[in-house]
C-alpha cells in the first residue's frame, strides 16, 4: 500500500499549499521584475517573440540595477533574466487565455501570478520524496513539506512572478534525481532527471551553473565510489559495477550531461536572438552591474542583518546548523553536498553589488537554499531507529511530540527548539503575505534616502544590528497595526474595506477539507493496517481538484480589482475596441506607462489575433533607440493604434505622438474617459503608390491662399482597409486665421461614407503659424468601414476657416470649394 498511501498524501499535501498560496495571492505584482518575465511569457505565447517592448519605458529609469533588460540591436527591448520562468509558464498562460476566449473575464496577468504557487507546492512535494528517498519516513516527509511551504519564505515568493522558486524546484529535482540514481536498480532515468533538474536551474540563472558543477561532482562521486547510503532502499554500490564495466560509466553521464548542454545552447540560442551575440546576456557590467560587494559586508546582510538577514525571516532555519551534524553523519556524501552548495551560493551573492535584490522580502537570491536547509531538519524529526526500519517506532505524538536527537558534535537538537521556531517562522510568513511589504520598503527609503545624483551609492538600510526597529519584519507589523486594509497584500481585501466573500468562503472550505484529508492520511499507519484504509477512489481523485475549483473562483472575482481599470470603460473599453477591429499587420503603442499592467492583463484575452505591443512613455522617442524601433514599426505594419493616457491631445512633451504626426496618418481620435485611442496608417500602405500633380490654388474672400501641389493616396481598397493620404502644399500668401482640412470619400451618389476633420500635423502646427513659400505635408487617414459597399469612389480635400460665419470653404478657381484628389475603387 506505501505507493497510494504516499500518492495520496502527496497529492493532499501539493493541493492543500496550492490553495494557501491563491488565497493569499496579491492578484497584482509587486516588483516591475516580475512584469519583465511576464511580458517575455507574453510575447512568446502570442508571437513566438521574446522581446519586452511592452515595457520599453522601463529601460530609462534613474538606477542601473532598475532597468530591467538591454537594447537589441534594432532598439527593441529584452529582459536580462534567465528564459525558463518565462518560458515553462507558457503553457499555464495558454490555459488561462483559452478560458478567457470563451468571454469569460479573467486577467492574464493575474492568473500567472498563480504559477509560482504551482512551482513551490510542487517543490513541497518533491521534498518530501527526497526525505523518503534518504530513508525518512513518509510522516517526516509531510513535516518536512509543511515546513517548507509554510514557514519560510517560499510562501511569500510562492505569489510573485520571480524565477527563485523554479530555482529551487530545479536544484531540489537535481539533487533528487542523483538521489534515485544511487539508491535504485535503473539509474539512467534518474541521471537524465537530474540533469533536467540542472538545466532548468541553469537556464534560470546563468549563475548558478556553479551549483550545476557541485551536482556533477557528486554525480562522479556516487559513479565512481558510491558507498552504500543508510536505509531500507540502499543498492549495490555502483563504482563496483564500473569497475566491472567502465561503459557503465558513459551512458549515465551522458544522460546528466545531455539537457545541461541542451540548457545552455538555449541560452546561446537566446542570447543570440536578443543582442546578436551569443555571449550578451543584458546584464549592464559597464554601468555598475557586477560582482563588487566586499565579501564579509554581503554575508553580514544576506544572513544577520535586519534588514535582509535569512534567519530573520525565516526564524525555522536557525535550527539547521544544529541539526547539519546529525545530517552529515548519516548522510555524509549530501551532507558536504548541501554545505557546498550553501557555501557557494551564500558567497555568490554576497558579492553581487545588489545583493539585497532591490524591493523584495528578505533575502531573495537564497530562496533556492530554501528547501535543501529544510531538508537538514529531517533527523530532528524522527530516531535514528525509526528512520532505519521505516516503522512509527513508539507512535508520533501530538504534533510533533517530544522527540530528541543528539548530534555528532554533542549538540542536543529538540522539539522543544523547533516547535517555536516553527510557529514564529509561520506568523512571520503570514505577516509577509498579509500586508504589501512594498509600502514598508518605501518608507525605508525616505528613512535612509538615495542620493539619486548617483544612485549607485544607495546603501541598504537597516544593516546594522542597532538598526533592528527598522526591520522590514517588524515593519510588516507596524503596517498591519497602522491599517490593514489600506496596506492589504490580499485580493480578496480590496484597498477600500470591501471583502470578496464568494473568495474567502470557498477558500475556507477547501482549506478545511484538503486539512481534513491530510489528518485522515496521517492517522493511517502504512505498516500495521493490512486493508486499505484509505479514502474511495473518487475522493482521492476529487480532492486535489479542489484547488481549481478556488483558482476559477479567485480569477473571476479577483477580475473585478479597479487597478486594472473598470470594466468596459476607460482603458479597457480602449482595449476591447482595438481587439474588436485589430488585424495581423497591426501594431499597439501605449503612452500609458502607469497603466502598463491594464494591457497585460486583458490584451491576450480580448484579442483572437495576437498584436504587437510597445510601450513607452511620452519623452521615449528622445532616446536613439526608440526613434528606431518607432521608425520600423512604420515600415512593418500597415495600421498602428496608438494609447495614451493621463496627457491631453497635443502635448508637447509627448514626443512619440509628435513623432507619429510627422511620419504616419491619422485617421481617427477617440477619448475613452481620460485615455485617447488614435488610429494611424503607416507609409508601408503607401508602397509603390504614386502623386496626383495638382498646382492648384485655393482661396477664401480676403485673398489669403493656399497652393496644393501634389496629393498621393491609392487607386484601390478593400472594405475595413485604413487609406493613407498625402497633401503636399504651400502659402501663397499669409494666412491669419487658423484654417482646418476636410478629406472626404464620396459615393458615387455624391454622399460622402467617411470624412476627417484636422488641422496642420493634426493641430501642432496651426495656419496662421506657418511660413510662406515653404513645400508642407498633410498626413491623414481615412478608416474604411467593414461593410461598404464595393465601387468607384471619389477622393476630395479643401480647406475651410471656422472662425467665418458658416464656416465658409476656401475656393478653387472654377468656384468649387474642394479638390478632387482621385478616384479609389473599393472591391
Request: aromatic share 12%.
Amino acid at each position: 500500500m506505501t505507493s497510494p498511501y504516499r500518492r495520496y498524501g502527496i497529492s493532499v499535501l501539493i493541493a492543500l499549499l496550492v490553495s494557501v498560496y491563491t488565497l493569499t495571492n496579491a492578484g497584482r505584482s509587486h516588483v516591475i521584475d516580475e512584469e519583465s518575465l511576464f511580458a517575455v511569457t507574453e510575447s512568446l505565447a502570442l508571437r513566438g517573440a521574446v522581446d519586452t517592448n511592452a515595457i520599453a519605458w522601463t529601460q530609462w529609469t534613474n538606477s542601473p540595477g532598475e532597468v530591467l533588460g538591454a537594447f537589441g540591436p534594432n532598439g527593441e527591448v529584452f529582459s536580462k533574466k534567465g528564459p525558463a520562468p518565462a518560458f515553462l509558464a507558457v503553457p499555464w498562460y495558454w490555459l488561462l487565455r483559452w478560458v478567457a476566449q470563451w468571454d469569460i473575464h479573467i486577467g492574464l496577468l493575474q492568473g500567472t501570478l498563480l504559477w509560482n504557487g504551482l512551482i513551490t507546492a510542487a517543490t513541497a512535494g518533491l521534498l518530501w520524496l527526497t526525505a523518503v528517498r534518504l530513508g525518512y519516513r513518509e510522516r517526516t516527509g509531510a513535516w518536512l513539506g509543511l515546513l517548507f511551504g509554510l514557514c519560510t519564505i517560499a510562501w511569500p515568493y510562492a505569489k510573485h512572478f520571480f524565477g527563485e522558486p523554479l530555482s529551487a524546484l530545479g536544484l531540489l529535482t537535481c539533487f533528487y534525481g542523483l538521489l534515485s540514481y544511487r539508491h535504485t536498480a535503473k539509474p539512467l532515468p534518474w541521471m537524465g532527471l537530474a540533469g533536467i533538474g540542472a538545466g532548468i536551474a541553469l537556464a534560470t540563472v546563468t549563475a548558478h551553473g556553479l551549483l550545476v558543477g557541485l551536482f556533477g561532482l557528486y554525480a562522479l562521486f556516487i559513479l565512481l565510489f558510491a558507498p552504500p547510503a543508510a536505509g531500507k532502499d540502499s543498492a549495490k554500490p555502483l563504482g563496483l559495477r564500473v569497475k566491472r564495466n567502465p561503459l557503465r560509466l558513459v551512458f549515465p553521464l551522458v544522460a546528466f550531461v545531455l539537457p545541461v548542454l541542451i540548457a545552455g545552447a538555449l541560452l546561446l540560442w537566446y542570447n543570440g536572438v536578443r543582442f546578436g551575440n551569443l555571449f550578451a546576456t543584458g546584464y549592464h557590467f559597464d554601468r555598475g552591474e557586477g560582482f563588487t560587494t566586499p565579501l564579509g559586508q554581503g554575508l553580514w546582510g544576506l544572513l544577520v542583518s535586519p534588514y535582509r538577514g535569512l534567519f530573520w525571516y525565516t526564524p525555522l532555519l536557525l535550527a539547521t546548523p544544529f541539526a547539519f551534524p546529525a545530517f552529515l553523519r548519516r548522510h555524509p556524501a549530501e551532507g558536504w553536498l548541501l554545505a557546498a552548495l550553501s557555501v557557494v551560493l551564500v558567497g555568490l551573492y554576497s558579492l553581487w553589488w545588489m545583493w539585497w535584490a532591490g524591493y523584495a522580502w528578505g533575502p531573495r537570491f537564497l530562496v533556492p537554499l530554501t528547501p535543501f536547509w529544510v531538508l537538514m531538519l529531517a533527523p530532528i524529526l524522527e530516531r535514528e531507529g525509526d528512520r532505519e526500519t521505516g516503522r512509527q517506532g513508539d507512535k508520533v505524538t501530538k504534533a510533533f511530540g517530544k522527540l530528541s536527537l543528539t548530534g555528532s558534535q554533542g549538540h542536543r537538537v529538540t522539539l522543544s527548539l523547533l516547535v517555536p521556531l516553527s510557529v514564529v517562522s509561520f506568523l512571520v510568513q503570514v505577516l509577509a503575505v498579509s500586508v504589501n511589504y512594498v509600502n514598508y520598503e518605501t518608507q525605508l527609503r525616505s528613512i535612509f534616502p538615495t542620493d539619486w545624483a548617483d544612485p549607485l551609492k544607495f546603501g541598504p538600510p537597516a544593516q546594522r544590528l542597532v538598526d533592528w526597529a527598522y526591520s522590514p519584519v517588524l515593519g510588516q507589523w507596524q503596517l498591519l497595526r497602522a491599517d490593514m486594509v489600506a496596506n492589504t497584500d490580499l485580493a480578496w481585501l480590496q484597498a477600500d474595506g470591501n471583502v470578496r466573500q464568494l473568495v474567502v468562503l470557498v477558500g475556507l472550505a477547501t482549506l478545511l477539507t484538503l486539512g481534513a484529508g491530510l489528518w485522515r492520511w496521517w492517522q493511517i499507519d502504512p505498516n500495521e493496517d493490512e486493508s486499505d484504509p484509505l479514502p474511495s477512489r473518487p475522493i482521492r481523485w476529487l480532492l486535489p481538484l479542489l484547488p481549481l475549483l478556488l483558482i476559477a473562483i479567485w480569477l473571476g472575482q479577483s477580475a473585478n480589482d479597479p487597478y486594472y481599470g473598470g470594466t468596459g470603460r476607460g482603458y479597457q473599453a480602449v482595449l476591447a475596441t482595438v481587439c474588436r477591429e485589430a488585424k495581423p499587420t497591426d501594431a499597439l503603442v501605449t503612452i500609458a506607462p502607469t497603466a502598463y499592467q491594464v494591457p497585460m492583463n486583458w490584451l491576450g484575452g480580448l484579442c483572437r489575433q495576437p498584436i504587437a505591443v510597445f510601450g513607452y512613455a511620452g519623452d521615449s522617442l528622445l532616446h536613439a533607440e526608440a526613434a528606431q524601433v518607432l521608425q520600423a514599426v512604420l515600415q512593418a505594419y500597415d495600421r498602428i493604434w496608438f494609447v495614451t493616457g493621463g496627457l491631453p491631445v497635443n502635448d508637447p512633451a509627448n514626443t512619440v505622438e509628435r513623432g507619429l504626426v510627422g511620419a504616419a496618418y491619422k485617421a481617427e481620435d477617440r477619448w475613452y474617459d481620460d485615455y485617447r485611442l488614435l488610429r494611424y496608417a503607416t507609409p508601408a500602405t503607401l508602397a509603390e503608390t504614386f502623386a496626383n500633380q495638382l498646382d492648384t490654388p485655393l482661396a477664401d474672400s480676403g485673398g489669403e491662399g493656399v497652393l496644393l501641389r501634389a496629393a498621393r493616396a491609392p487607386t484601390g481598397a478593400a472594405p475595413g482597409d485604413i487609406i493613407p493620404i498625402e497633401i503636399h502644399y504651400q502659402l501663397e500668401t499669409p494666412v491669419t486665421h487658423d484654417l482646418r482640412w476636410f478629406v472626404q470619400l464620396l459615393a458615387p451618389s455624391g454622399a460622402a461614407v467617411v470624412l476627417l476633420d484636422s488641422a496642420p500635423d493634426h493641430g501642432y502646427a496651426p495656419f496662421s503659424a506657418l511660413p510662406v513659400g515653404e513645400e508642407r505635408v498633410e498626413r491623414v487617414a481615412l478608416q474604411l468601414p467593414e461593410a461598404l459597399e464595393p465601387g468607384q469612389y471619389s477622393l476630395i480635400a479643401g480647406l475651410y476657416n471656422p472662425t467665418a460665419p458658416d464656416a465658409a470653404r476656401l475656393t478653387l478657381p472654377n468656384g468649387r470649394d474642394f479638390i478632387e484628389l482621385g478616384t479609389i475603387r473599393v472591391q
